[in-house]
């Protein structure tokens, strides 16, 4: 919890100051971060649940982009995440790229980079589609039930699309219950300080995001 709320503060904080560059920042940083420092491989074991960082970072990212549909529009959106997706696709070049060069071609290598792409793909689907029907009841609602139904929209279609492909590659491991249970916590957690961080940007700026 309080790694959530710090990882946001730096949202309010940054933006605050350097505006878009703090999102893209931020957005980059957290969806590429959440491929690599994910609950498969660095859990938290907390209550019996395999929590990671992912879950948080990777709801930042999601929370960057909507910040950035408010604040300057869905172009602008769409540009800030096709740029993250991208910055993955380059990481997972890399990685392949290095890993290659060091170990050989293996097979783990391989499953590694496809799953990249799976999250590539997932995200800029999810994105899409959240961004579209977020502008299509923008001027139907208030912000704060756009980034909750923005950030849920996300976080399910996502979900659907990144876990089945992603053990179709590497296998189903034995506790996937658990992990994506533990998923959807850490990311209902970052939800509810993204709501609080718009809240404040909003009374720090006096104008409606």
């Given at each position: 919890?309080?790694?959530?709320i710090?990882?946001?503060?730096?949202?309010?904080?940054?933006?605050?100051?350097?505006?878009?560059?703090?999102?893209?920042?931020?957005?980059?940083?957290?969806?590429?971060?959440?491929?690599?420092?994910?609950?498969?491989?660095y859990?938290?074991?907390c209550?019996?649940?395999?929590?990671?960082?992912?879950?948080?970072?990777?709801?930042?990212f999601?929370?960057?982009?909507?910040?950035?549909?408010?604040?300057?529009?869905?172009?602008?959106?769409y540009?800030?995440?096709?740029s993250?997706?991208?910055?993955?696709l380059?990481?997972?070049?890399?990685?392949?790229?290095?890993?290659?060069?060091?170990?050989?071609?293996?097979?783990?290598?391989?499953?590694?980079?496809?799953?990249?792409?799976?999250?590539?793909?997932?995200?800029?689907?999810?994105?899409?589609?959240?961004?579209?029907?977020?502008?299509?009841?923008?001027?139907?609602?208030?912000?704060?039930?756009?980034?909750i139904?923005?950030?849920?929209?996300?976080?399910?279609?996502?979900?659907?699309?990144?876990?089945?492909?992603?053990?179709?590659i590497?296998?189903?491991?034995?506790?996937?219950?658990?992990?994506?249970?533990?998923?959807?916590i850490?990311?209902?957690?970052?939800?509810?300080?993204?709501?609080?961080?718009?809240?404040?940007?909003?009374?720090?700026?006096?104008?409606?995001?």
């Amino acid at each position: 919890m309080l790694f959530t709320i710090i990882i946001f503060m730096l949202a309010l904080i940054g933006y605050k100051k350097f505006h878009s560059s703090t999102l893209y920042a931020l957005a980059i940083g957290g969806i590429v971060n959440a491929n690599f420092f994910h609950a498969g491989l660095y859990p938290i074991n907390c209550f019996g649940l395999p929590f990671g960082i992912d879950s948080i970072i990777y709801t930042l990212f999601v929370f960057c982009v909507i910040l950035m549909f408010f604040q300057q529009g869905k172009k602008s959106a769409y540009t800030l995440a096709i740029s993250s997706v991208v910055a993955i696709l380059f990481s997972a070049i890399m990685q392949l790229i290095a890993e290659l060069f060091t170990t050989g071609s293996q097979s783990t290598t391989w499953f590694t980079f496809l799953t990249f792409f799976v999250s590539a793909a997932a995200s800029i689907i999810a994105i899409v589609i959240t961004l579209e029907i977020l502008d299509k009841i923008k001027d139907k609602t208030n912000n704060y039930i756009k980034l909750i139904v923005g950030l849920l929209l996300h976080t399910l279609i996502n979900t659907a699309i990144y876990y089945p492909l992603s053990m179709l590659i590497n296998g189903t491991p034995s506790n996937i219950g658990l992990l994506v249970l533990a998923s959807f916590i850490g990311k209902l957690i970052a939800t509810i300080c993204a709501i609080f961080t718009l809240f404040l940007l909003h009374k720090l700026n006096k104008r409606s995001y």
